[in-house]
């Protein structure tokens, strides 16, 4: 075995490396997620939510029209530090340049308007919410999109085939295939309908030409599905579609052509009305094989017409249901978009309060501070930051209690499950969470299996789905497997057509395998195979666990359900008077201290030029000196007391991101939990074992 020592970057000490494997990729930021999540709010994210609401009209359409040109966030009133201390909301006032144009007299107006002051996130990731430190918890829920389910019929027992259409926001559509062949379709969970009627609703009129769009594929004798469908329509063409389809949805209206064309057209062509999300046609286009542009965010004919498509082709045989617990069907709402889906409730309320205003003033003395009323906005940012599920007191008892929490992945929360409905199969270890979401890592109370942790290289990428980093496997010229240095990173749905080789392969100094056999999986698949098959290699043993896991030594020896305990306890420890740092680590002890953010950490390189117990300056390279500013002895949120200590002296030269001062739990720039103590261990014949350490 070889040793290497390892010159720790950014902590102090020097570590002996016994490690079998290299590091082939460092590991990345471990609060990323939520950084950039809520730098693509503040980039993206508003941004569209005034494209949305914008241009406000009156009722009439005809007198004024309200646009909203830009936003910019400004400097907050008050530091991090004093809104601590005075029990404030660190935040930034928000203000937008609104443009106010009378149609009438062709007059525009421009101003910039207050909208409230803004909850800001820290460098650590964390909110100061009334002086207290919040985390917004990343939400993992169903993705928009289409999926298909299979039932079994309990009459014939034939196997038959739902679909369900589930959009961002708007109206459901639940497909269902009947014993008789027959197609239908609920809107929004209302009364059934033939899915032709639908059809023909959207235009496509005559049997015929309903017919056509199916023809090569509705090709069974015994089961004709859209032959069936048409002879139980009660529609002939595309008005009468209309009108039946509105007698459904509004089953005490007066039905006219028109108010159905209105309601079909606003229920799934308006983009206010329904948006599937870039995500939901991502996931449309890949499924159902469509060349939709992303800009496409409501509904197409195409779309309906093809999901009916589908369900005949799986009826007949052709292809497999869909895994709902699949993480290439469920997705993560990082701290942005769940502020934007908050901040959207706020702006519609404050839209309505803008027309009504819009009616009662004179147009010729209108201005945008007279019409728009903030309040709104400002409560709903203040219900979500004070009252959400997701928005947590943040856990601090020591510095990986903070970066678990920050890392948690929750299926609870509004538009998730609820603990007492989320059956096994949700909370169940799922093959595609392979270096996306730990296995170990979940509580063992009711929320088992519904709240997990990112694993250690996990990302989520723009759409939302996590990804994980492999090597890519090439072929040389004598046709044999080689591991590149090329890191890919792939989603679940893009693994799983992949054939990945684990990170303990045995290689040889050019990165070729050493054995003729190798440890691979493919999909749900484990098993040995040649390394001619391999597509990908892991980059870390350590990469299927979260953090808090992969600080255990020896975990592969570990009993299971002791890791679970052992990491979900570490965040337990209470920190000790003199922290002292593992003697045997794993490695990742100084980037688990460093990320949490509760360390003093070098913004640029220099020389130390003064210490003392609350403060550190250093000359920079560039020639500023800067002041880092320890804190001493404060409350943390779980009553732990935590406490800044300089670990530089006068004239060391400092490089970008080493540690200046150590923090509560931390020694000498590592996570330092417990103590090292001497244990005198003796097994008897396995009698012990589950007693034993």
């Not at 934007?340 to 945008?368: C, D, H, N, W, Y």
């Amino acid at each position: 075995m070889s040793v290497t020592l390892d010159r720790v970057p950014a902590s102090v000490r020097a570590r002996r490396n016994f490690a079998s494997l290299p590091e082939v990729l460092p590991l990345p930021n471990l609060i990323q997620t939520q950084i950039d999540s809520f730098k693509w709010f503040c980039d993206e994210g508003l941004g569209e939510l005034f494209a949305e609401i914008s241009p406000i009209q009156d009722f009439t359409g005809k007198n004024l029209d309200l646009k909203f040109i830009s936003s910019e966030f400004r400097e907050p009133k008050y530091s991090e530090e004093e809104c601590r201390t005075k029990d404030l909301t660190f935040s930034k006032p928000l203000w937008a340049r609104v443009e106010l144009v009378n149609k009438e007299t062709g007059e525009v107006t421009e101003q910039d308007v207050f909208l409230g002051d803004f909850p800001w996130m820290t460098d650590k990731g964390t909110f100061v919410i009334n002086g207290a430190e919040r985390v917004v918890v990343s939400q993992l829920v169903r993705s928009p999109g289409v999926y298909f389910t299979a039932v079994d019929d309990p009459t014939t027992g034939r196997r038959l085939f739902y679909g369900k259409l589930i959009p961002n926001r708007g109206a459901w559509l639940e497909f269902e295939t009947s014993n008789k062949d027959v197609i239908s379709v609920k809107v929004d969970r209302k009364r059934k309908l033939t899915v032709t009627t639908l059809l023909r609703a959207i235009g496509y009129s005559s049997n015929e030409e309903i017919a056509a769009l199916f023809t090569n594929l509705d090709a069974d004798p015994e089961h004709q599905y859209i032959a069936s469908t048409l002879d139980k329509d009660p529609t002939t063409n595309t008005n009468e579609g209309l009108v039946e389809v509105y007698k459904r949805l509004r089953p005490g209206d007066p039905p006219t052509i028109d108010n159905a064309r209105s309601l079909v057209q606003s229920l799934f062509f308006n983009f206010r009305r329904y948006d599937l999300a870039k995500v939901g046609r991502y996931k449309l286009n890949r499924k159902l094989g469509l060349d939709q542009p992303m800009t496409q965010r409501t509904l197409t004919n195409e779309d309906l017409v093809r999901i009916v498509a589908r369900i005949v082709e799986l009826n007949n045989g052709k292809g497999s249901p869909d895994d709902i617990d699949h993480l290439g069907n469920r997705r993560v709402r990082a701290v942005g978009e769940l502020i934007q889906s908050q901040f959207r409730v706020g702006l519609l309320r404050m839209e309505r309060v803008v027309r009504e205003r819009m009616s009662i003033v004179e147009p010729e003395k209108a201005t945008p501070k007279e019409l728009i009323n903030i309040r709104p906005v400002v409560a709903a940012i203040k219900e979500f930051f004070g009252g959400s599920q997701l928005s947590q007191f943040m856990q601090q008892t020591n510095p990986l209690d903070e970066l678990t929490h920050k890392r948690r992945l929750s299926a609870l929360g509004p538009g998730g499950l609820s603990r007492e409905r989320a059956g096994f199969d949700v909370r169940d270890v799922h093959f595609s969470h392979y270096g996306r979401i730990c296995p170990i890592e979940t509580p063992e109370g009711p929320n088992i299996g519904l709240i997990g942790s990112l694993a250690t290289y996990g990302r989520v990428n723009p759409y939302g789905f996590i990804e994980s980093p492999y090597r890519r496997v090439a072929r040389d010229d004598k046709d044999r497997s080689y591991v590149t240095d090329e890191i890919v990173y792939l989603t679940a749905d893009e693994q799983e057509l992949a054939t990945v080789v684990q990170a303990n392969a045995r290689l040889d100094d050019k990165g070729r395998f050493m054995d003729e056999r190798v440890q691979v999986h493919r999909g749900a698949e484990y098993h040995e195979a040649s390394p001619m098959t391999a597509d990908f290699m892991d980059v870390s043993p350590k990469q299927i666990v979260s953090v808090s896991a992969a600080l255990i030594p020896f975990l592969e020896h570990d009993d299971a359900n002791r890791a679970l305990m052992g990491s979900n306890m570490q965040r337990q420890a209470v920190p000790v008077v003199r922290p002292e740092a593992p003697i045997i680590g794993t490695g990742i002890e100084y980037r688990a201290a460093r990320d949490s953010g509760q360390v003093v950490v070098a913004r640029a390189p220099g020389v130390v030029r003064s210490v003392s117990a609350t403060e550190i300056w250093v000359e920079e390279d560039a020639g500023d000196a800067f002041r880092y500013r320890l804190q001493k002895f404060v409350r943390t949120n779980q009553g732990t007391c935590f406490n800044q200590r300089p670990i530089v002296a006068v004239g060391d030269r400092v490089e970008e991101a080493q540690i200046l001062a150590d923090s509560y739990s931390t020694d000498e720039g590592e996570l330092a939990l417990g103590q090292n103590i001497l244990v005198a261990f003796m097994p008897w014949e396995g009698g012990n074992y589950e007693d034993a350490i």
